[in-house]
């Protein structure tokens, strides 16, 4: 079969073969053969896992050299030895010395499987570092096409561990990764820290509003009665987060399109022939933090049941590059135990003479990440997919939403998650700092339990997390598992996954009510799916604008919070005229955002109903203490902003786009800062929209900053454009849709 493909490739007109790939490709064997489509989306064509992993390193280095070279940088320790200790670069070349000196990658990459990657997933990590480096190789780190890491002393080739380390990040994006600060700052009482920066947020892309939707529809939710899936995660427009498009397409054992993440081979989000899914942020709790009690005297050594044991102590020696140019060296112990390293912050985790913290992370050994896409990419339906991750439980912090071709959703919330039962909490939680538990570490007994069949010990295992199956549909927009479906609740799991009979974000409510709309008229269509994201609907607006107009009319005049008097007239004016949407002419959307991030009390006037939950609460009431306040603040923040359209304040490169803040009760998310106007920081960004028909999946995608990084590519904001036009792109999976393309191009590699 791959012959035959290669046949095909080679019929198409537009070829391109250059330099030495050509060369290689005429004279020896093709491992693999990149080709982009319009937008410049690669579709990566291999004999092998090896091959695909090439192909899939290559075209990310094309399009983002530079994202993945600054990670690697960060993974060795040495962002300080380049850029300076500031911004938190001393932090997390601490604890990334750390973490090599642990040699916890290499451990996991000699572990059997599953604790360890399969030979599959590690030929494709392989792959990829050889893809990445044979572009870097040909092009020469002076000849660059992105000014941000061209001509680089720090840019250098990588490996296949380099791989596996940025894997093992990405796993941590909830745990550790997230709190070098706390770990830089954990030293004994009397010995001052070389850095630290105070701060505990264990899932800052949560509180930020970083997240998702996604929506699984079965046969009874659709017009033609078969299995659809809309994918939308909110995640960052910068930085090491952007998604990459690609297919990878191994004939007869792999054929994958979708997105994924810098440094990572595998599709994370997407579809194949027969399953879609799409991931959003969980509420599971995947990491606990543990009060140990210290000996009397040391604090150096703590106490399990009556026994002394030490703190283990690693020397970590970083090199800063000082404002003069020069280097020096800052060296400072990590502390930990078998369990974790300790964390402190004075005055709320603090390592004093009696007591000091430790952080457990349920992601510390995942490495099995790649091997889950990997199998969810081959999954014939969605119950094979929810058997790969129950074996490997390697969802790091989401969850998992998915149709396929025979009518059937699913959602699960299948994913490494501490075995910390309700029974463990009440016996052993002291207390809790940003909802994490706070366990008992001076007894045995409160340490994690475990469960039969895990892939490793400590976690909950599958039988405890909950999961469901319907002909109708299935979604989530970052609540807990309760209602992914209204009509059958989800309750029963542990309340480390999260809560049950509890209010919903806007968000939620107004998914769960558009969902619900679509299903009852007739079922969706691929199109209207599509335009349930786009039309930029507004929950509190549309429940609030009226109240709050009565107020602003009534008083044109309100008092802010610091007591002045501030002249609302104009503000009122412009909400008056909105339409309540989060479209590109929106005057009112600029107004209405700025109070909802003032609104600091709750307007609502009939309270949230657990048996009402998607309507609950209503009943917006401006007259209530505080909302007058929020609207003068806003007003008075806003300036000269009041009347600005939406276009001109939230852009992208200059290019205005849609969509509003989560909070504000909008599904198609886009947070951007108005007071500084900052720009687009997160919120929709790679989008699928496929249905299974009976000639095969027919979608639509779109990667609302474009594939690449780099502002001199013609690939950088081209799908912001359409983004902002409120079109899409065809998603391309067949051979005969990928070769019909005017735009193609290939070029093959060895």
């Not at 060296?329 to 078998?338: A, G, L, N």
Request: aromatic share 6%; proline share 6%.
């Amino acid at each position: 079969m791959f012959g035959r493909l290669m046949v095909a490739v080679a019929s198409v007109t537009a070829l391109v073969v250059a330099g030495p790939v050509g060369a290689a490709a005429a004279g020896g064997k093709t491992t693999a053969v990149v080709r982009r489509t319009e937008y410049g989306i690669p579709h990566v064509l291999a004999e092998s896992y090896r091959g695909a992993g090439v192909g899939a390193g290559y075209a990310f280095a094309e399009d983002n050299l530079c994202l993945l070279a600054y990670q690697v940088l960060a993974l060795d320790g040495e962002k300080s030895r380049w850029f300076g200790a500031g911004g938190g670069n001393l932090e997390s070349d601490l604890y990334h010395r750390w973490i090599r000196q642990t040699g916890v990658v290499e451990r996991l990459l000699a572990a059997p499987e599953p604790a360890g990657p399969s030979r599959a997933a590690r030929e494709m990590a392989r792959g990829y570092a050889d893809g990445y480096n044979r572009y870097l190789a040909e092009t020469g780190v002076d000849a660059l096409p992105e000014s941000v890491c061209r001509g680089a002393e720090w840019v250098r080739p990588i490996t296949e561990l380099d791989v596996w380390r940025r894997s093992l990040q990405l796993a941590e994006m909830g745990g550790t990764e997230e709190l070098t600060g706390l770990i830089a700052a954990a030293q004994p009482p009397g010995v001052p820290a070389v850095a630290s920066r105070q701060k505990i947020d264990a899932f800052p892309e949560r509180e930020r509003g970083i997240g998702s939707n996604a929506v699984g529809l079965g046969g009874d939710g659709t017009t033609a009665g078969t299995g659809m899936l809309l994918g939308n995660p909110h995640f960052p427009w910068q930085g090491d987060r952007r998604f990459h498009q690609v297919q990878l397409t191994i004939p007869g054992q792999l054929d994958v399109t979708g997105a994924t993440l810098p440094g990572m081979p595998m599709v994370a989000i997407g579809h194949n022939a027969r399953v879609a899914w799409s991931h959003t942020v969980s509420t599971a709790m995947t990491i606990t933090l543990h009060r140990l009690a210290l000996t009397p005297g040391d604090p150096t050594r703590y106490v399990v049941d009556g026994q002394t044991r030490a703190l283990r102590s690693d020397p970590v020696t970083v090199t800063v590059r000082q404002d003069d140019g020069t280097l020096t060296t800052v060296s400072q112990p990590v502390y930990s135990t078998p369990e974790g390293p300790v964390v402190a912050i004075p005055g709320l985790l603090p390592w004093d003479t009696t007591q000091a913290f430790q952080l457990r992370s349920a992601n510390a050994g995942n490495l099995r990440m790649m091997d889950q896409w990997l199998g969810m990419a081959k999954a014939r339906d969605v119950r094979q997919l929810r058997d790969v991750q129950a074996r490997l439980l390697a969802s790091p912090w989401v969850n998992t939403t998915a149709a396929d071709a025979t009518g059937t959703a699913y959602y699960g919330d299948l994913q490494t998650v501490p075995h910390v039962t309700d029974e463990l909490r009440t016996r052993c939680e002291i207390t809790s700092v940003d909802g994490i538990p706070v366990l008992d570490g001076s007894r045995a007994a409160c340490g994690w339990g475990s469960d039969a069949g895990t892939p490793v010990p400590g976690l909950l295992g599958a039988q405890r997390l909950p999961t469901l199956f319907r002909r109708d549909v299935v979604s989530n927009m970052n609540d807990s598992p309760w209602l992914a479906n209204p009509a059958a609740p989800l309750t029963g799991y542990p309340s480390i996954v999260g809560d049950a009979g509890t209010e919903r974000s806007p968000r939620t409510r107004l998914g769960l009510e558009m969902i619900s709309s679509g299903i009852a008229d007739r079922g969706f269509t691929l199109a209207e799916l599509q335009a349930m994201l786009m039309n930029n609907r507004n929950l509190t607006a549309e429940q609030g604008l009226a109240s709050v107009l009565d107020l602003c009319r009534a008083n044109p005049t309100l008092t802010a919070s610091d007591g002045r008097a501030v002249d609302v007239t104009a503000a009122c004016a412009t909400l008056a005229g909105w339409d309540t949407r989060g479209d590109l002419e929106a005057r009112g959307a600029v107004v209405w955002r700025a109070f909802v991030q003032r609104l600091r009390t709750s307007p609502w006037t009939i309270p949230f109903d657990p048996a009402d939950p998607v309507h609950t609460p209503r009943g917006f009431d401006a007259t209530r203490p505080g909302v007058s306040a929020a609207l003068a603040d806003a007003v008075q923040a806003l300036g000269a902003l009041v009347g600005t359209p939406l276009k001109d304040v939230q852009q992208y490169e200059g290019i205005g786009v849609h969509g509003c803040d989560g909070r504000e009760g909008c599904f198609n998310v886009i947070t951007a800062g108005l007071t500084p106007v900052t720009g687009v920081q997160h919120g929709t960004s790679f989008v699928l929209a496929v249905e299974f028909t009976r000639s095969g999946p027919r979608g639509r995608t779109l990667l609302t900053y474009g594939q690449s990084a780099n502002p001199a590519s013609p690939h950088h904001t081209d799908q912001t454009h359409l983004y902002a036009a409120k079109q899409w792109v065809t998603d391309r999976f067949t051979e005969r849709e990928i070769t019909s393309d005017p735009h193609l191009t290939v070029r093959r590699l060895r």
